[in-house]
């Protein structure tokens, strides 16, 4: 076998949790991207700030990077699981169109924080992602470095229910992930948010009551009247043409839905329906926002 | 002259899938048949494929044809006075040519001007035209799109190199234009590699940590795993070599690395830490060699790199998360006992109109009741069976670890002090879980492995879900052929009619036992076809869709076509029942009636007695059908079957209709005489 001599660079004190973000934020800059900021509501994941939800549509080129706080009540452990918490943080970027050469930005990225993939085998594993609540699709593969799952990579092709044109990159990073590596923990609680706080110190007593919410205590019948009144607010909103209003409406939904999910309660013709009643919604949606951008006259076509 | 040809098609990581898709669809065959479609020859041609490029190498391209002649204007419309005219002349200016480079010639006795047409400057053309029909050749499912083109692939295609020997062929691919520019590894960077010429493609990309060839790094892995496990006493553990063919499209300069997990995870079950290590983690499982047993050791094929400690104590570290992560789970589910999940499977969804888990074991359970005879199996073990059926499917490990349903199932009841055929059977309801593997062995475990599969078949036909075309995404081609291997393998006495009413009682509906049993039966056909069987489709065929759907019945009869269909007894018997057919099968009146043997004839009484006999045979053979052939003949030699009188017609057409019933059970007469 041929040898190759590389030489790998490693970085003396790896990066805390704070400055990661920070210089994810800084090089993505540095591409042209604006610096985005969470959305405020409980979210599964980044794809559903509307930085994500709604520019990925239609004809405008738009560059986007931030971090996401996001809620997945299933993965309640208590704080008690080294790996998982049902609250977490995603770095997004999204790059519209994407650009031939996304694959390497992103391989820089990673150079920023200290990871030299050269000294790592860093691979890119098939993973395609669906969403049909939202009648959202896209291809693509998650990142390992060295075994682990490090970042989701996608190219988006459907939101809404409408084909995305011109296709946008999706890179959904996972800090925590991240950060356990370069400090060589193996525990989210141990990374060292700045050099004398760790995550623990910040979420542990969170994820705790979280979980005891979302597992034992979250009213059924309380979270089954929410989830009724926030489709019908949703719904009302689509009919005045709001789309942002019907948008935080159906994040809403979702989010006690996934409660009501984690606590057993939900049959299988009800998630069923319920599927179908927010892809319905969210087609809507999707239709809403394209006749708004269209009727502007496509302002962000002018700044590409 | 003879110079090697290269087209490289660059692209990013295509999943490991659609590279073993990309080698079976682009076959030699197919690349030379595309390549004559666009006037081309390719002598030796080869196809390497990688996640990162699809290859195809050649030892010449060049063109069948380098010239052509057009026929023009007739020559007597073209030139007047024995010189070309307008029509002349703007026929040689729509072939690029001056009108003095007309020819002449005859064609069916009349003279017309021809133009030669050199084709040697279209070669980058046809060679563009050519790289683009492979290219369009080739799906996937669920292709993307990347760009502005709007072509759909499996993954985005980033660069093309087109070379004859030394030389760029110009062609377009896509909005890329064909240059001499590969791309490595994406540890070596993002600068390019210029190949010198397509003779030398492999060498240059081997010293750029590539292996081109799919045949090739297959061997190298083979060698490179088997050799680094033996020197510490270890197999690595890879069932049917399915993970070891994926590897093959997962690194494109293949590298072990021997690691560890610590040894206190050899607490879980085995199952449990191989399922993470190869399914989730793509890491070869390590068994030793002395006693077969699982060991804490694993091989990681890394892409090619340096720093293998690193490396390696990355998966370690992996490695030991995801083991917690299933000691975890074993924990929480160890505080039930595995009957207590089975009400949560009534959460689970089977299909959306068909409804949970929990519903789908009642069908089950019903299905089971019904064929349990067969099997020689009680109601009661059905019954308890079936309160543990699905119940794994709730439990925190099978959610984690999906491809564990079943296995998860077996070791638990195993642990809860279940009886053995139970926990077993539990498992064997999954199996076979691949189109070649391991069938259920015991009678209960094959019970419920028919009874799930054909639930499945019948359920989503009832709603409209059957297979189309290339659609089949609840798998119940896969679903079909499990039933038949099991059928076909074993000697269970159980009709496949039984089989599928079954589940007509379980649905409380018979409206598609019949494009069931089609569609099960054209499977048969298939699965039968591919045995690589002596006997002729049209025998085949006439088993097949014999009334007897006994599958194990119509395997005996198709052993012994292997010998008899060529004597001169069954040529007799066939001609025999193409005349009973004639007669039977097609006059209104030919009814099963009543008959009292006193009322017939010596010839009638013969074939009636020899028909009763068989009658009374549960597995006839087809030499026991041989017997019809004498007292038949006999029969329409000495009665005139379509007899005057009603009561003397209608009893010779019932005695017809009976041993066409008769031959019917072994063979499909219609489809026997094609």
């Not at chain 1, 409980?42 to 509307?50: D, K, L, S, W």
């Not at chain 2, 009957?339 to 089971?368: C, H, N, W, Y």
Request: net charge negative; hydrophobic share 40%; glycine share 4%.
């Amino acid at each position: 076998m041929a040898k190759l001599s590389l030489s790998s660079h490693k970085q003396a004190k790896p990066l805390t949790f704070q400055q990661m973000l920070r210089k994810l934020e800084e090089y993505w800059e540095k591409q042209g991207c604006v610096i985005g900021q969470p959305y405020g509501l409980e979210v599964g994941a980044g794809t559903a700030n509307p930085h994500t939800y709604f520019r990925v549509l239609g004809p405008e080129p738009w560059k986007v990077a931030y971090v996401e706080p996001s809620r997945r009540p299933a993965d309640s452990r208590y704080g008690q699981n080294p790996n998982r918490m049902q609250h977490y943080f995603q770095f997004q970027v999204i790059l519209k169109p994407a650009p031939a050469d996304n694959i390497q930005l992103y391989l820089n990225s990673l150079e920023a924080i200290g990871i030299d993939a050269k000294a790592h085998d860093v691979r890119f594993l098939e993973d395609n992602w669906e969403a049909p609540s939202i009648g959202a699709w896209g291809t693509g593969w998650e990142v390992w470095l060295d075994g682990m799952e490090i970042t989701q990579y996608t190219y988006f092709q459907q939101i809404g229910g409408v084909n995305l044109d011109p296709v946008p990159i999706e890179i959904t990073y996972g800090p925590e992930r991240i950060a356990m590596y370069l400090q060589n923990v193996d525990d989210f609680k141990k990374i060292k948010w700045d050099d004398n706080v760790l995550y623990g110190d910040m979420f542990e007593r969170q994820e705790h009551w979280q979980s005891v919410f979302n597992i034992e205590t979250a009213d059924i019948d309380r979270h089954q009247k929410l989830f009724e009144l926030y489709h019908q607010e949703a719904q009302a909103q689509i009919e005045e043409g709001n789309h942002r209003a019907a948008y935080d409406n159906v994040l809403k939904m979702s989010h006690i839905f996934n409660i009501l999910d984690t606590r057993g309660a939900v049959g299988v013709s009800e998630r069923a329906h319920t599927f179908r009643q927010m892809q319905h919604l969210s087609s809507s949606i999707a239709k809403l926002y394209l006749e708004e951008r269209k009727e502007l006259n496509y302002p962000l076509m002018k700044k590409s | 002259m003879k110079e090697d040809f290269l087209l490289e098609i660059g692209t990013e990581e295509l999943p490991a899938r659609h590279c073993m898709s990309v080698v079976s669809q682009l076959k030699p065959e197919i690349v030379d048949e595309t390549a004559l479609k666009h006037n081309l020859i390719v002598t030796a041609p080869r196809l390497l494929v990688s996640p990162r490029r699809i290859t195809l190498l050649a030892r010449s391209i060049s063109q069948k044809e380098t010239d052509r002649e057009i026929k023009g204007p007739l020559y007597d419309v073209a030139f007047s006075d024995g010189k070309p005219n307008d029509i002349a002349k703007k026929f040689a200016s729509s072939q690029n040519i001056p009108v003095d480079n007309l020819i002449i010639n005859e064609h069916n006795g009349k003279k017309y001007l021809f133009a030669q047409q050199d084709l040697s400057k279209k070669l980058p053309d046809q060679i563009t035209r050519f790289a683009n029909e492979l290219l369009v050749r080739i799906t996937v499912p669920r292709p993307m799109r990347w760009d502005t083109t709007g072509f759909r692939f499996s993954r985005p295609i980033r660069w093309v190199v087109c070379l004859k020997g030394k030389a760029i062929v110009p062609i377009t691919l896509l909005d890329l234009t064909a240059g001499r520019e590969t791309y490595g590894p994406r540890f070596l960077g993002s600068h390019g590699i210029a190949l010198h010429s397509a003779a030398e493609y492999e060498e240059t990309l081997a010293k750029n940590a590539i292996i081109a060839d799919h045949a090739k790094r297959r061997k190298i892995l083979t060698k490179i795993i088997s050799t680094l496990a033996s020197s510490k006493g270890l197999i690595a553990h890879d069932p049917e070599n399915e993970l070891l063919e994926e590897t093959v499209f997962l690194a494109e300069y293949p590298q072990p690395l021997l690691c560890t997990f610590d040894e206190e995870f050899l607490s879980l079950p085995p199952e449990v830490i191989e399922v993470v290590l190869r399914d989730k983690q793509k890491y070869f499982p390590l068994i030793s060699r002395t006693n077969d047993k699982l060991t804490n050791r694993f091989l990681v094929i890394a892409n090619f790199n340096t720093d293998s400690q690193e490396i390696a104590r990355g998966n370690e570290t992996v490695v030991r998360a995801r083991l917690r992560d299933a000691v975890f789970f074993y924990e929480q589910d160890s505080r039930s006992k595995l009957a207590e999940f089975a009400p949560k499977t009534s959460t689970i969804t089977f299909q959306e109109k068909l409804g949970s888990m929990e519903d789908k074991s009642k069908r089950v359970e019903t299905i089971a009741m019904s064929l349990a005879n067969y099997f020689d199996v009680k109601p009661e073990t059905v019954t308890e069976t079936v309160g543990l059926l699905k119940a794994d499917l709730a439990t925190h490990m099978v959610t984690e670890l999906p491809s564990l349903e079943g296995t998860i199932g077996r070791i638990y009841a195993i642990r809860d002090g279940v009886d053995t055929h139970i926990a077993t059977a539990i498992e064997e309801q999954y199996l076979p879980r691949s189109a070649q593997g391991a069938l259920p062995q015991t009678p209960l475990g094959t019970l419920f492995s028919l009874a799930d599969r054909i639930d499945s078949i019948y359920g989503l036909f009832s709603i409209g879900q059957e297979p189309t075309g290339s659609s089949d995404p609840y798998g119940l081609r896969r679903a079909a052929i499990a039933i038949l291997r099991i059928l076909w393998e074993n000697t269970y006495d159980v009709p496949l009619n039984a089989v599928i009413s079954s589940a007509a009682q379980a649905y409380k509906t018979e409206t598609v036992v019949e494009p069931v049993t089609g569609f099960i039966l054209t499977r048969l056909e298939q699965f039968i076809k591919e045995q690589d069987t002596p006997v002729p489709t049209n025998l085949i065929r006439a088993v097949v869709f014999s009334t007897n759907t006994t599958i194990s019945f119509k395997k005996d009869i198709l052993k012994q076509l292997e010998t008899e269909q060529t004597t001169d007894q069954f040529a007799g018997l066939l001609e025999l029942a193409k005349r009973i057919h004639h007669i039977a099968a097609k006059e209104a009146e030919a009814a099963e009636v009543k008959i009292s043997r006193s009322d017939l004839n010596e010839s009638e009484q013969k074939l009636y007695d020899t028909v009763e006999k068989l009658r009374q045979t549960d597995r006839p053979a087809i030499s026991d059908l041989y017997t019809l052939t004498g007292p038949g003949t006999e029969f329409f030699e000495k009665n005139l079957v379509m007899a005057e009188d009603t009561g003397e017609r209608k009893r010779r057409l019932s005695i017809l209709r009976r041993a066409h019933g008769e031959i019917s059970r072994v063979l499909s007469i219609a489809l026997a005489n094609v």
